[in-house]
């Protein structure tokens, strides 16, 4: 069975930094493109960064500049660095992996539970 484990959330005043972390486990052959999502109350969930396996990286407008995901592929990680918070970053994050169990199988998304962020101004 193949898990997503994030960590690193909490509460931080505005101008403050948080790391996330997410961490894959289970039985898997390979991660392409690894990635970070938030879902604010009431709002879509909505992509914050992603990471191909070759280290190709893309960012929401509203983050760049201030977010910064890397993965370390000996781990099974991904990372969010996220500088310069503001209250409107206050979310859930969740973390998503497009990952094949075996050499031959298609891709599949998986999802981490979520980490809440909360940015105080």
């Known amino acids: 069975q193949v898990q997503l484990v994030e960590s690193g959330g909490g509460l931080v005043q505005a101008g403050g930094s948080l790391r996330l972390s997410c961490a894959v486990s289970?039985?898997?052959?390979?991660?392409?493109?690894m990635a970070w999502y938030r879902q604010a109350p009431g709002k879509q969930r909505d992509l914050v960064a992603s990471i191909t396996s070759g280290g190709s990286t893309k960012y929401a407008d509203s983050v760049k500049g201030r977010f910064t995901i890397s993965r370390d592929n000996n781990k099974d990680t991904v990372y969010l660095q996220m500088n310069s918070l503001k209250p409107e970053d206050t979310a859930v994050y969740y973390c998503?992996?497009?990952?094949?169990?075996?050499?031959?199988?298609?891709?599949?998304?998986?999802w981490g539970k979520g980490t809440l962020v909360i940015v105080s101004s």
């Open positions: 998503n992996a497009d990952i094949k169990r075996r050499p031959l199988d298609y891709g599949m998304d998986y």
């Open positions: 289970g039985n898997i052959f390979s991660i392409n493109t």
